[in-house]
């Protein structure tokens, strides 16, 4: 026979639901995606493989970007060309018929060294292919539901090849898969609304400063989101990565050189001075520091979510990033 329940019963039940639903939506309301820590290292593991053209360790890289890709729900292609020697570059796109893009780069090339096959290039290429995939990994519910055929903006993630220059004795002959994008137009140029590029991430103590005075609002964004995540206990302890600083005369030559000379805006996510271990064997897993990597990849993340969320029409980056500030809609 049931025995009727107490009111009391009901009453906790009610309020234990409510407490629930309210922590789940405050939950929700702070952090809109989760950072897949266990994801972004076996990525990264897979990634950390010497990898210059024409080696095995290239072709599994470039076949397991795709193959990521194509999980992550992109429209993926290979865009093979010749300069010397075979080159792919890879590419991902979501909403290919939207009007405007936010293009993020990185290049998956590693450079031959001449003192060994060891060089797994960590920083240079590594840990910027694996943050632009663990961004799509964390956004994956968004992009999947309310981003998707959104007419105004599209996301193009592009993995360079070519941007390590295979003569050892010139260093001219690099950045061919940025070029070749940019000559051959994978992607219209004019509708490429802003082209990001990342390189040597994950060095200790390094800081980014702004390098162009048109995407200088983008740049600020960045700082700004490093300080609210800091505020909201959402990062590891870590020195300021991002500096609300004009260092526009000491860019360092990267893959979005090509699109700068096209007059795409640019943004440049790279550390003020190279990574001590830049183009040795000391570039590793080991050596990386990663509290950097790890608030890195919550910035970067938090930053394309929020300029895609925000997005409603074409921005133009004029002098002053008027239009961008425009968009710091509520
Ligand atoms: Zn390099």
């Known amino acids: 026979m049931a025995t009727k329940l107490p009111t009391k019963f009901w009453i906790y039940l009610i309020l234990g639901i409510s407490v629930f639903l309210l922590i789940r939506s405050y939950?929700?309301?702070?952090?809109?995606?989760?950072?897949?820590?266990?994801?972004?290292?076996?990525?990264?593991?897979?990634?950390?493989r010497p990898r210059s053209p024409g080696t095995p360790g290239h072709s599994y890289v470039r076949e397991f970007l795709l193959l990521e890709l194509k999980h992550l729900g992109f429209v993926t292609s290979r865009r093979e060309f010749i300069d010397t020697i075979a080159y792919t570059n890879v590419v991902g796109v979501m909403?290919?018929?939207?009007?405007?893009?936010?293009?993020a780069s990185c290049h998956y090339d590693s450079k031959v060294l001449p003192t060994g096959d060891n060089y797994v290039s960590a920083t240079d290429g590594g840990v910027p292919c694996a943050m632009l995939l663990n961004m799509a990994k964390s956004l994956e519910p968004y992009l999947r539901n309310d981003?998707?055929?959104?007419?105004?903006?599209?996301?193009?993630?592009v993995f360079f090849d070519g941007h390590e220059s295979m003569d050892i004795e010139d260093e001219t002959n690099s950045l061919n898969g940025s070029r070749r994008f940019t000559d051959v137009e994978t992607i219209p140029l004019n509708s490429i609304e802003v082209a990001i590029a990342i390189n040597l991430i994950g060095a200790p103590d390094a800081i980014y400063m702004a390098h162009?005075?048109?995407?200088?609002?983008?740049?600020?964004?960045?700082?700004?989101?490093?300080?609210?995540?800091?505020?909201?206990?959402?990062l590891s302890k870590c020195h300021k990565l991002f500096h609300k600083l004009k260092d526009y005369?000491?860019?360092?030559?990267?893959?979005?050189?090509?699109?700068?000379?096209?007059?795409?805006?640019?943004?440049?996510?790279?550390p003020h001075t190279f990574p001590a271990v830049s183009h040795t064997e000391k570039d590793?897993?080991?050596?990386?520091?990663?509290?950097?990597?790890?608030?890195?990849?919550?910035?970067?993340?938090?930053?394309?979510?929020?300029?895609?969320?925000?997005?409603?029409?074409?921005?133009?980056?004029?002098?002053?990033?008027?239009?961008?500030?425009?968009?710091?809609?509520?």
């Open 27 to 48: 939950w929700r309301h702070t952090h809109p995606f989760y950072q897949d820590e266990a994801y972004f290292k076996k990525t990264l593991n897979t990634l950390l």
């Open 95 to 103: 909403n290919a018929e939207a009007k405007r893009f936010l293009l």
């Open 249 to 270: 005369n000491a860019d360092i030559e990267d893959d979005h050189y090509s699109f700068f000379a096209e007059s795409v805006p640019v943004l440049h996510l790279i």
């Open 284 to 330: 590793n897993l080991k050596n990386l520091h990663w509290p950097t990597v790890q608030n890195m990849n919550a910035i970067f993340t938090t930053f394309v979510y929020d300029y895609l969320k925000k997005h409603v029409h074409p921005i133009s980056f004029g002098e002053e990033s008027a239009e961008y500030e425009s968009l710091q809609i509520p």
């Open 147 to 157: 981003f998707l055929d959104r007419p105004d903006i599209g996301l193009v993630l």
């Open 212 to 234: 162009y005075e048109n995407t200088y609002k983008l740049h600020e964004r960045l700082a700004d989101i490093e300080e609210e995540l800091r505020s909201a206990g959402q």
